[in-house]
């Protein structure tokens, strides 16, 4: 079997133009079920050092999420056999507190179409 590699680096709030040294914790998600991504019975979720982590993966779709301490920033990769991925995941709320209006409503109104309608909802019980 052959697996790819993705090499996470991440951005944090701290500066858009360096790599973060906070700790973080990366989990991968499946892209079409968002569930966490299971790989030789183990949850591919990994705590950063020095700003960077890998995972060995099949091949396939990455949504990757990372959480910090007042914080958070997300990716997508697409990783084929044998592929080796580098990944810069950056923080949206550093995004955000750069951008201008302009680009802040455009953010927003985006978020607001990814919201799920009732149809889409889980059924409570």
Request: aromatic share 8%; net charge negative; glycine share 6%.
């Amino acid at each position: 079997m052959s697996t790819g590699k993705i090499e996470v680096w991440i951005i944090g709030r701290e500066s858009l133009c360096s790599v973060s040294q906070k700790q973080w914790l990366v989990c991968l998600l499946d892209c079409c079920s968002r569930h966490p991504v299971v790989f030789c019975d183990r949850e591919l979720c990994a705590e950063t050092k020095c700003g960077t982590v890998d995972f060995e993966v099949p091949p396939g779709c990455y949504f990757l999420l990372a959480r910090a301490p007042n914080d958070i920033a997300f990716g997508v990769a697409t990783v084929g056999c044998g592929q080796q991925v580098c990944l810069t995941l950056v923080s949206p709320l550093h995004f955000l507190a750069l951008a201008t209006e302009e680009e802040r409503q455009l953010f927003t109104h985006e978020l607001e179409q990814m919201k799920p309608t009732p149809s889409q909802q889980p059924p409570t019980a």
